[in-house]
T-cell receptor, first 112, second 113 residues
Framework: DAGVIQSPRHEVTEMGQEVTLRCKPISGHDYLFWYRQTMMRGLELLIYFNNNVPIDDSGMPEDRFSAKMPNASFSTLKIQPSEPRDSAVYFC??????????FGSGTRLTVV | AQSVSQHNHHVILSEAASLELGCNYSYGGTVNLFWYVQYPGQHLQLLLKYFSGDPLVKGIKGFEAEFIKSKFSFNLRKPSVQWSDTAEYFCAAASGGSYIPTFGRGTSLIVHP
């Protein structure tokens, strides 16, 4: 099992540019979550999907953020346009049923 | 609102010292509880979890946690820490049957060799 796979590991972009983060959950997991981690705010849940359907996106900070899950093995988190305050580590996690999450290695985003 | 409190933000210990990290949650009903560890520069990994049964849960790397329902607590313990335990530790709680845990703010543990 390769675990939850995220790409890229690091992303440096200029303010105003579009950023796309990618996640491949563990096969068979029916829930997928996107989190953002910063020193100031800790770990924040942005959005989660169940069987590819977005269930709760109330944590998405602004309309600049969007997430999709076109199939069970792939999800994207897009920021357009990006701003310096979006700089953070973005984690994807998946789980099957009720249980402990498996987190991906994260994408460290720096917007300059 | 549901919440998880980790009272110790920073803990510094010497190797071989005993560790106890506090965690309190605010749910009144059945609850699922978790401890995660995040080593420097890495992702969160599940240390242990409690759903039901024996309130003393044993996890990986010698960690254990005790669920005390009357105190709404799920403290993490290790009898003798090692330098390699230096990491951030997160407690999380979800109401029974929920897939969405609430995470605490984390406790930074530094172990001096």
């Amino acid at each position: 099992d390769a675990g939850v796979i995220q790409s890229p590991r690091h992303e440096v972009t200029e303010m105003g540019q579009e950023v796309t983060l990618r996640c491949k959950p563990i096969s068979g997991h029916d829930y997928l979550f996107w989190y953002r981690q910063t020193m100031m705010r800790g770990l924040e849940l942005l959005i989660y999907f169940n069987n590819n359907v977005p269930i709760d996106d109330s944590g998405m900070p602004e309309d600049r953020f969007s997430a999709k899950m076109p199939n069970a093995s792939f999800s994207t988190l897009k920021i357009q346009p990006s701003e310096p305050r979006d700089s953070a580590v973005y984690f994807c996690a998946s789980v099957r049923g009720v249980g402990g999450y498996t987190f991906g290695s994260g994408t460290r985003l720096t917007v300059v | 609102a549901q919440s998880v409190s980790q009272h110790n933000h920073h803990v510094i210990l010497s190797e071989a010292a005993s560790l106890e990290l506090g965690c309190n949650y605010s749910y009144g009903g059945t609850v699922n509880l978790f401890w995660y560890v995040q080593y420097p520069g890495q992702h969160l990994q599940l240390l242990l979890k409690y759903f039901s049964g024996d309130p003393l849960v044993k996890g990986i790397k010698g960690f254990e946690a005790e669920f005390i329902k009357s105190k709404f607590s799920f403290n993490l313990r290790k009898p003798s820490v090692q330098w390699s335990d230096t990491a951030e530790y997160f407690c999380a709680a979800a109401s029974g049957g929920s897939y969405i845990p609430t995470f605490g703010r984390g406790t930074s543990l530094i172990v001096h060799p």
